[in-house]
């Protein structure tokens, strides 16, 4: 997801025979995302300000997309925001969506409501680092002699002994997230030069790893500088924070968007069933049902 893509999930990718991007994507698909995006941020996988960017830049995006009775399309080219022959509005697709709206803004006022720093965020460090490890036991041998897999473990286990007790004050996690990032700028100076000595892609996992290590890190890094700068302002002058006010907005939008289907010209009140859609080129429902 790039801005080519214009922050909306692909729908699928392949790697066989050859990689490949399905530039398209569906109200499901955009769901998940929404989701998964919150979901990231539960298992300290990604800071709080990364969140609500990622979160902002798709519904910015969902906010220019053509829709009918508030309804998303079944499928849009992700980079001409253009909806896909044949247009149609899909009941369970809209509706995957609705909840997955609802979802996303009643994580968004949880955010509010709990510690902005948990044990949560060490553990998604620690997430990262395993997975620096597993593919450090698939990788071929090294061949260099200047760095070795055992300087990787060393400055793995380094790391794990940043994230074992989770602090329990502000001051205490600007150091302990000093400290992790420049172990974790360790590391990846490790994983760089053991790659770049290995033969063309048989290390390149450790490597990509190593990176999401540092940026898992630097993410919740940059939640403390703001949480910091906030702490700064004088108690009278201080107003929402700006991370508050975002999530705040975020959730209102969010079931807007849901507010703003119409589910009524879906349902038909002969059969007391949804039709699965509606063809919007001759304004005809579907006629088959759930």
């Not at 490597?207 to 910091?228: E, I, T, Y």
């Not at 702490?231 to 507010?259: F, I, K």
Request: charged residues 30%.
């Amino acid at each position: 997801m790039d801005e080519k893509e214009n922050a909306l999930p692909p729908d699928n990718f392949q790697e066989d025979p050859e990689p490949v991007i399905a530039h398209r994507t569906s109200p499901t698909n955009l769901g998940l995302y929404l989701l998964s995006a919150t979901v990231a941020r539960d298992f300290g996988w990604i800071g709080a300000l990364d969140m609500a960017e990622r979160l902002e830049a798709t519904l910015d995006t969902m906010s220019r997309l053509r829709r009918f009775r508030g309804h998303f399309f079944n499928w849009y080219d992700t980079r001409t925001l253009e909806p896909l022959d044949p247009v149609y509005v899909s009941t369970v697709d809209s509706g995957n969506l609705a909840g997955h709206l609802i979802a996303m803004a009643q994580a968004c006022r949880e955010l509010l409501q709990r510690p902005l720093f948990g044990p949560e965020l060490l553990e998604g460090i620690r997430d990262a680092l395993q997975l620096v490890l597993d593919a450090e036991e698939r990788a071929e041998p090294a061949r260099t002699q200047t760095v070795t897999e055992a300087h990787l473990r060393k400055a793995a286990e380094a790391m794990e002994g940043a994230l074992e007790e989770a602090p329990t004050s502000l001051p205490e996690w600007v150091r302990r997230l000093e400290e992790l990032e420049a172990q974790a700028e360790n590391l990846l100076d490790v994983a760089r030069t053991l790659s770049s000595e290995a033969d063309e892609g048989s290390r390149s996992e450790v490597l990509a790893w190593s990176k999401r290590v540092r940026d898992c890190v630097a993410s919740h890094a940059r939640d403390v500088d703001a949480a910091l700068l906030l702490e700064a302002v004088d108690a009278s002058e201080q107003a929402e924070s700006s991370l508050d006010h975002q999530l705040s907005a975020l959730a209102l939008r969010a079931e807007q968007m849901v507010q703003a289907m119409d589910f009524r010209f879906l349902f038909d009140s002969s059969r007391k069933l949804f039709s699965i859609g509606y063809r919007v080129a001759d304004g005809t429902l579907d006629p088959s049902c759930y």
